[in-house]
């Protein structure tokens, strides 16, 4: 793995963005795995100020969302989808059409899920994952205890990442309890996975991720058996981690 070491969180977003850009000016034809959470917002960003600055088009490109809340449709302000278009694809040349999210409304769920496996494999996977990563060890929303073998799946959400995630919503209550989520195994399949983390409140996950050792119970570990992954940690995530070493 390779560990990138920044100042702050305005740093790891723009090295996270010359990484993505770098994809782009590759394969004009990438497929990005994209995140949400407050984590890559800034990514996002830079993103948006690449296409007016540094000329770089997303005509091509197509995304693959990792995961969405149950029961939220298109149009609900906490939906994934509604937080993707506002904070990246109506600010860039992307076709909306090339942009996918799992649909939270589509019933059966099963059907949905298996639906978009298919088309992980079918347009992925990925060139480029982005990951973020939650206060217990989760990416996407694989919570801890989830098997590597998971491809897309529906989750019943832990009371830690409802609480973590009510920020974004009036109350506890309104946080759904499920969320369709691409799985352990879908996620591996990426060529590349960039994993990003600011702040303090991610130091303790980054001190464990980093001390190495695969387990079920700290899903991103399992990034330890993917030959290309490129961890991006800021002062502050990283700060437990480095005074484990002195
Ligand atoms: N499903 C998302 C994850 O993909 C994200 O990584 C995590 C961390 O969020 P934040 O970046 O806001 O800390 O939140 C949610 O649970």
Redesign the pocket.
Known sequence: MKLIRVENYEEMSSSAARLVEQQILDNSRSVLGL??????LGLYEQLIRGVHERHISYKQVQTIS??EYCGLSADHPNS?RYFMNGHLFQHIDIQLDNTHIPDGTASPVEAECQRYEALIDRIGPPHLQI?????NG????NEPGTPEASVTHCVK?EES?RK??VRFFSDLDSVPMH?I?MGIQSILKSEQILV?AS?K??APAVKRFLAGGVSEDFPVSFLWKHPHVTLIVDKEAYSLAAAEKE
């Open positions: 995140a949400t959470g407050s984590t890559p990792l995961d994934y990951l973020g990563l939650g206060t989760h990416i996407g929303f959400l990442t973590s995630n969320a989520t990003l702040g409140k991610k």
